[in-house]
């Protein structure tokens, strides 16, 4: 198939797409993200009642992304011209509802134990919850970039558009191997934080990259759903 014609089985049927707020339940998810990576900043600080309040304002935005997923949700029965199959799209926004779950979760872990974390490890989990904030943000303008093409159709955007989808997956890629160097310096001081410690310390990196992860997951989706329908 030439790539004109590809352009034009992709534009055709999805420019019918109603105008389902699913950019704007993406954004909910930077946002998310921005407070969990607000909130590890005053965790590396020792500041635990900024943590907590963090923590509360992370619970907030999700509150409010769920009421635009139901929304969506409510939407999308009622919506008989998809080009898609509804069951897809749905999949699709669980994906993403994940990545604002994922953020609550790990914000909310922060709150759970206070460490006085050494400079390095400081450093690590400022890395971590920075890549993946990008993470998150890629993703988000992968999805407006989405749905931009269908008000100015042109072939460059397109491509600029599908190519956000490896982007987001580089990235998610740069938070696992944040991930496993900063896992190790935990384990080497195993003897300062203990059992307790260890256990909060792992599992906070893991909620924090699992958010990144969520992002991928979801960029994945989207591009599976352009493709299969």
């Given amino acids: 198939m030439k790539y004109r014609d590809f352009v034009r089985s992709l534009l055709g049927p ?4 109603p105008p389902l707020p699913f ?7 930077v946002l998310a993200a921005g407070k969990l990576k607000e909130g590890v900043e005053a965790y590396c600080s020792g500041n635990m009642e900024l943590v907590e309040l963090k923590s509360s304002e992370a619970d907030l935005i999700e509150t409010e992304a769920d009421a635009i997923k139901h ?22 926004l669980n994906q993403q509802d994940e990545i604002l779950n994922s953020a609550q979760s790990a ?13 390095d490890m400081k450093t690590g989990f400022l890395r ?12 988000e303008e992968l ?3 989405f749905y931009d093409i269908f008000k100015n159709p042109d072939k460059n955007k397109i491509r600029q558009t599908l190519a956000l989808v490896p982007q ?17 310096k935990i384990f080497a001081n195993e003897k300062i934080f203990g059992g307790a410690g260890i256990c909060h310390l792992t599992f906070l990196v893991e909620k924090i990259g699992d958010v990144a992860d969520r992002a991928a997951i979801a960029a994945d989706s989207l591009r599976t759903m352009l493709f299969r329908r």
């Avoid at 950019?23 to 909910?28: G, L, M, Q, V």
């Avoid at 929304?71 to 699709?92: G, H, Q, T, W, Y």
């Avoid at 997956?169 to 191997?177: N, R, T």
């Fill in 14 to 17: 999805f420019s019918k797409v």
């Fill in 23 to 29: 950019k704007e339940h993406a954004r909910k998810g």
């Fill in 71 to 92: 929304e969506i949700r409510k939407s999308l029965p009622s919506s008989m011209l998809l080009p898609v199959d509804a069951k897809d799209l749905l999949f699709f």
């Fill in 107 to 119: 914000a909310y872990w922060l709150t759970l134990r206070a460490d006085s974390l050494p400079e």
């Fill in 128 to 139: 971590l919850s920075g890549a993946t904030l990008e993470t998150v943000r890629v993703y």
């Fill in 143 to 145: 999805v407006s970039s």
């Fill in 168 to 184: 987001v997956e580089k990235l998610e890629h740069e938070v696992d191997l944040i991930e496993s160097e900063l896992l190790k």
